[in-house]
């Protein structure tokens, strides 16, 4: 068990560029989840998968939000056209388990994206 | 909207101190977890109650969950700087798919 990862941990692009975040989830966990936080508060929802099913999509998740997991291992999620406000943590987690409901979430360490 | 709203929002205590933080909702949840996050890293989860009323204890921590499943506290006992952190209380609902909507968060410091 090696953990989630994330890549990469930082990155600062220009507004208007367009930026993606990959998130390896722990091998054998058939849910993955991407989160945003902004400093201090807690991670709010943006998608979930399970297996290479994207189930749910928050409503902050705007059309310039896209997020795969072709294979249902890995995941991308791509920003397109930045905006300064996109500027936050985006977390990934995965978790394993029928009852999701209480299942522990694992987290990666997280993309910290700077729009400048 | 935040479901989820938890106090206080920022902590600041000696150690050897008690305190308590406390996460509060007007819905009803299957499940509340809670988590501990350092700056530059991911939440690590503490625990998971589920039943109403539940209380578990790790070490100096003890977590309960509301009788009525909307709200839920975390008591840490004689506070050392290691504890210093941001806790988030997560809720998670069986009826709304496989989201878990989390607290505010409150960020503790322990001062040596």
């Known amino acids: 068990d090696t953990g989630v990862s994330q890549n990469p941990r930082h990155k600062i692009t220009k507004r208007g560029q367009n930026v993606t975040f990959r998130c390896d989830p722990i091998s054998e966990h058939n849910r993955l989840y991407w989160y945003r936080q902004t400093l201090g508060q807690g991670p709010e929802f943006l998608t979930y998968f399970q297996n290479e099913a994207q189930l749910e999509k928050s409503r902050l998740l705007s059309d310039r939000f896209s997020a795969e997991r072709p294979k249902g291992s890995f995941s991308t999620l791509e920003i397109q056209r930045t905006e300064q406000g996109d500027s936050a943590m985006y977390l990934c987690?995965?978790?394993?388990?029928?009852?999701?409901?209480?299942?522990?979430?694992?987290f990666g360490n997280g993309t910290r994206l700077t729009v400048t | 909207t935040q479901l989820l709203e938890q106090s206080p929002q920022f902590l600041s205590i000696q150690e050897g101190e008690n305190l308590t933080v406390y996460c509060n909702s007007s819905?009803?949840?299957?499940?509340l977890q809670w988590y501990r996050q350092e700056p530059g890293e991911g939440p690590v989860l503490l625990v998971t109650v589920v039943t109403g009323g539940e209380v578990k204890k790790l070490k100096r921590l003890t977590f309960q969950f509301g009788d009525a499943r909307k709200d839920s506290s975390l008591h840490i006992t004689a506070a050392q700087p290691g504890d210093t952190g941001l806790y988030l209380c997560?809720?998670?609902?069986?009826?709304?798919?496989?989201?878990?909507?989390f607290g505010t968060g409150t960020s503790l410091t322990v001062i040596p």
């Open positions: 987690a995965s978790s394993l388990g029928m009852s999701s409901y209480n299942s522990p979430l694992h």
């Open positions: 819905s009803v949840f299957s499940s």
């Open positions: 997560a809720g998670g609902r069986s009826n709304t798919g496989n989201q878990f909507y």
